[in-house]
C-alpha cells in the first residue's frame, strides 16, 4: 500500500502553487480550446496542443539568451515553435507521428508571394475540378478497415475525388501541401467519426449532418479562405528547423550546450495513443498506406500506450532508467489487479524513456538554460503517478534546479479510479514544471 504522506514527503522537497493560490498564472493558458481563431493556430485543431501565449510567458519568464534556440522535443502542431518566432527566437521540433509533423510544416512555413496567389487559385480549381472527377470515377478509399464506414455514401466520392485532384496537382509543392492540409483540416467535421477519449467514436446521427457535397465544400472553403487570410496577412518571419523523428535521438541532431531553452508537453502516461487518434488523418493523408507503417510509427513513438505491447515483452534485458520513489509505486501496483497486464511494463518504459530524454536535453541546454514540461498525471489501480514529481525528483538526480511547479488543473477521475482518497486526489492533475540548468 502506498502511504498518503509518500506524495506530500516527495511535494515537500519543491516549490509547488496550486490554481487557487495567488501566483498561479498559466492556469488558463494550458489548452488549445482558444487558439481557434488565432493567426495559423486555427489551420487545424490540435486538441492535445497548449497555447501560444503560455509558451511566449514561459520564454519570457525564463530565457536568458537574446539569440537563442528553443526546442520542443514534442511538436505536434508547431506550438513552441510559432511562440519562439513570433518572439524573434530560432525554434527546433522533433515530431514522430507523419501527420502532425506535416501540419507544423505548413504551419511553420514562409511563403513566396507567388505561392500566396498560386494558391488563392488552386483553392478555387481543386474543388470544381474535384466535382467533375466524382461524377466520372469511384476513387479507391484507403486500406483502413473502418474506412467504408467514414463518410456519409452522398458525399465520400466528391470528397475522396478533392484527395485526388491534390495528389495529381503539379504546380509548388508548398502549394500542394496547404491544399492537402486544408482538406485533411475538414475530415472529422465531415466524417461520421469523432476523437473521444482513447480513440474514435462513432457520431450520433444528430451530430452527424454532413450528407451533401455543397456542405463538404463550404467547409472546405471556409479551412481554405482561413489559410489564405493567414498567408497573406501576416509579415511574420519564420524560423523553424522541423525534424520527422523521435526526440530519442536528439543527440544525432542537436549540438551539445546550443539550446537555451526547451519547451514540451510529452504524451502522458494514460495509454493514449497518438497514432490512434490521428488514424483517420494519417490513412486519408497517405501518411501510412499499411497496416505495418503503422506498427512502426506506434513502436517509435513514446510508450504512453499499450499498443505494441504484449504480456509476453521482455524488458528484463533493457537497462531502464528509473528512481526509487517510482519503484515503490510500480511494485505496489504489480499486486493490484488492473484492466491490463501490461500497464506496468508500459510505465516503467515510459518513465525511462522521459528519464533518458531529460539526460540528452540536459546535455543540449546551454548553461543557464531552461527546460518546462506541460505534463498530466495518472492513476492505475487506485495508484496514482506523479509525473510531475518523479519528473522533477528524477532532473534534480542529472543536475537540473526545479525552480517551482505550477498545477493548472486538476484531471477528473474515471469511475475506476474512485477509491483514491480525498487526501491524494489533488496529485491528480496537470502542471508545468520549470527546470534551471544550474551552474557547474
Ligand atoms: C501533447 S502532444 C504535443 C502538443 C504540442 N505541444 C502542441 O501544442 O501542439 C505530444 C506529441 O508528441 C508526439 N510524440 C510521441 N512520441 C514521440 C517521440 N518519440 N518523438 C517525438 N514526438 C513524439 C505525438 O505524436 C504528439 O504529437
Known amino acids: 500500500m ?10 515537500s522537497n519543491y516549490k509547488v502553487t496550486y490554481p487557487e493560490q495567488e501566483g498561479a498564472t ?41 539569440n537563442g534556440i528553443i526546442l520542443d522535443p514534442f511538436l505536434g502542431s508547431g506550438t513552441t515553435v510559432m511562440a519562439a518566432n513570433e518572439l524573434g527566437l530560432k525554434g527546433i521540433g522533433f515530431e514522430v507521428n507523419p501527420f502532425s509533423y506535416f501540419l507544423s510544416k505548413c ?41 467504408e464506414k467514414v463518410f456519409n455514401p452522398n458525399i465520400q466520392n466528391y470528397f475522396m475525388a478533392i484527395k485526388e485532384v491534390i495528389d495529381r496537382y503539379n504546380g509548388s509543392e508548398n502549394v500542394k501541401n496547404l491544399l492537402l ?4 483540416a475538414s475530415l472529422e467535421t465531415i466524417s461520421q467519426y469523432r476523437k473521444a477519449g482513447n480513440g474514435l467514436k462513432k457520431k ?14 463550404e467547409i472546405i472553403k471556409g479551412n481554405y479562405d482561413n489559410i489564405y487570410n493567414d498567408i497573406t496577412g501576416n509579415t511574420l518571419k519564420f524560423n523553424a528547423e522541423l525534424i520527422n523523428d523521435s526526440s530519442l535521438n ?46 512502426k510509427l506506434r513502436e517509435i513513438s513514446f510508450r504512453s500506450h499499450l499498443n505494441g505491447l504484449s504480456s509476453k515483452t521482455d524488458i528484463s534485458k533493457l537497462d531502464l532508467k528509473t528512481i526509487p520513489e517510482l519503484d515503490t509505486l510500480i511494485n505496489v501496483l504489480q499486486t493490484k489487479e488492473l484492466w491490463d497486464k501490461k500497464i506496468p511494463i508500459m510505465l516503467k518504459m515510459y518513465f525511462s524513456e522521459m528519464f533518458e530524454l531529460l539526460d540528452r536535453i540536459w546535455e543540449s541546454l546551454e ?38 511547479i505550477e498545477v493548472d488543473r486538476y484531471i477528473i477521475t474515471s469511475s475506476q479510479q474512485y477509491h483514491i482518497t480525498l487526501n491524494t486526489k489533488k496529485y491528480l492533475r496537470e502542471s508545468v514544471i520549470c527546470l534551471v540548468k544550474s551552474k557547474k
Open 204 to 217: 450520433s446521427l444528430s451530430k452527424n449532418k454532413i450528407d451533401n457535397i455543397l456542405l463538404v465544400t
Open 367 to 404: 548553461c543557464d538554460g531552461f527546460c518546462s514540461i506541460v505534463v498530466g498525471n495518472s492513476a492505475y489501480g487506485g495508484i496514482i503517478f506523479p509525473t510531475d514529481l518523479l519528473i522533477a525528483k528524477y532532473a534534480e538526480t542529472i543536475g537540473f534546479t526545479v525552480d517551482k
Open 107 to 147: 504551419k511553420l512555413t514562409n511563403y513566396t508571394d507567388s505561392e500566396k496567389m498560386e494558391f488563392k487559385t488552386a483553392a478555387v480549381d481543386t474543388l470544381i475540378e474535384a466535382e467533375k472527377l466524382s461524377e466520372k470515377k469511384v476513387i479507391l478509399l484507403p486500406k483502413l478497415s473502418i474506412a
Open 181 to 184: 492540409l486544408g482538406w485533411l
Open 250 to 295: 536528439l543527440s544525432s541532431y542537436i549540438d551539445k550546450e546550443s539550446i537555451s531553452g526547451v519547451i514540451f508537453s510529452p504524451p502522458y502516461a494514460n495509454s493514449f495513443d497518438y497514432t490512434e487518434i490521428y488514424k483517420l488523418e494519417l490513412w486519408f493523408g497517405s501518411f501510412v498506406k499499411e497496416y505495418s507503417d503503422l506498427k
Open 2 to 11: 502506498i502511504e498518503d504522506n509518500f506524495y506530500s514527503n516527495l511535494e
Open 26 to 66: 498559466y492556469t488558463s493558458l494550458l489548452n488549445f480550446s482558444d487558439e481557434g481563431n488565432k493567426f495559423r493556430q486555427r489551420w487545424y485543431r490540435y486538441k492535445e496542443g497548449y497555447s501560444v501565449d503560455l509558451i511566449k510567458i514561459l520564454i519570457n519568464e525564463y530565457n536568458k539568451n537574446a
